[in-house]
């Protein structure tokens, strides 16, 4: 069974850095594209970043453009989040999703999830 175990999330103040992972377990699978999307409490989940395989094709939402870098290790079938400058609305559980399939990077049906691991942000 395929499973992605998202880690790296914790305290920190407004301006400081924290750097989230995503590790696959189980089967390799070579997922099409990878990311990072959001939740905070009582508001629907948000795209945060994406990366296709090739690490070529990257977005980032708006709001954290900038700020944050997301990367890929396709041997490991991992990806990370370097969140720099964070701000208290960045607070939310930051969730790893993966999809074999070609998807848009901001597609919120993917196939693959974590159970999330929360970032909060103190001002």
């Known amino acids: 069974q395929v499973q992605l175990v998202e880690s790296g999330g914790g305290l920190a103040q407004a301006g400081g850095s924290l750097r989230l992972s995503c590790a696959a377990s189980?089967?390799?699978?070579?997922?099409?594209?990878m990311g990072w999307f959001r939740q905070a409490p009582g508001k629907e989940r948000e795209f945060v970043a994406g990366?296709?395989?090739?690490?070529?094709?990257?977005v980032y939402a708006d709001s954290v453009k900038g700020r944050f870098t997301i990367s890929r290790d396709n041997a490991k079938d991992a990806v990370y989040l370097q969140m720099n400058s964070l701000k208290p609305e960045d607070t939310a559980v930051y969730y790893c999703?993966?999809?074999?399939?070609?998807?848009?990077?901001?597609?919120?049906?993917?196939?693959?999830w974590g159970k999330g691991t929360l970032v909060t942000v103190s001002s």
């Open positions: 999703g993966a999809d074999t399939r070609p998807l848009s990077l901001t597609h919120n049906g993917m196939t693959y």
């Open positions: 189980g089967r390799a699978i070579s997922y099409a594209v």
């Open positions: 990366i296709r395989r090739s690490g070529a094709g990257i």
